[in-house]
C-alpha cells in the first residue's frame, strides 16, 4: 500500500509563493512518475505539472514561468515551488503517483495513488 504525504499549502496574498511537498511511502515496487493536480471548487481536478523518473517535467499553460516541480521520483519525494500566485490558483493541491508494479510498464503494470490534499488559498 502506497501512501502520498502532502505538506506546504496556505493562505498567501497574490504575488506570494509557496512550496509543495509530496513524499511517498509504504511497500510498492517503483515509482515511474509524480505529480501535482488541483482542483477548485465546482470544477475538475486538473493537472498541473508532472516529472517523470528520468527528470522530464511537463506543465499546464497557465502555470508555466511561475510553477516548478523539482523532486526525485527515485527516491519518491517531489515538491512544487509556486511563485506570483494568483486567485485563480485558490484550490485543494493533491499530490499523484503512478506505481509501477514490475519493470515493466504501461496499463496492467502500473496503478495511481493519491495525496489526501492540501489547501491553497490565494488572497487578492
Known amino acids: 500500500q502506497v501512501h502520498l504525504v502532502e505538506s506546504g499549502g496556505g493562505l498567501v496574498q497574490a504575488g506570494g509563493s509557496l512550496r509543495l511537498s509530496c513524499a511517498a511511502s509504504g511497500s510498492f515496487f517503483a515509482v515511474n512518475a509524480m505529480g501535482w493536480y488541483r482542483q477548485a471548487p465546482g470544477k475538475e481536478r486538473d493537472l498541473v505539472a508532472s516529472?517523470?523518473?528520468?527528470?522530464?517535467?511537463k506543465y499546464v499553460d497557465s502555470v508555466k514561468g511561475r510553477f516548478t516541480i523539482t523532486g526525485d521520483v527515485a527516491n519518491d519525494t517531489i515538491y512544487l515551488q509556486m511563485n506570483s500566485l494568483q486567485p485563480d490558483d485558490t484550490a485543494v493541491y493533491y499530490c499523484?503517483?503512478?506505481?509501477?508494479?514490475?519493470?515493466?510498464?504501461?496499463?496492467?503494470?502500473?496503478?495511481?495513488?493519491w495525496g489526501q490534499g492540501t489547501q491553497v488559498t490565494v488572497s487578492s
Open positions: 516529472i517523470d523518473d528520468s527528470g522530464r517535467a
Open positions: 499523484h503517483a503512478v506505481i509501477a508494479t514490475s519493470m515493466k510498464r504501461g496499463p496492467g503494470y502500473e496503478y495511481d495513488a
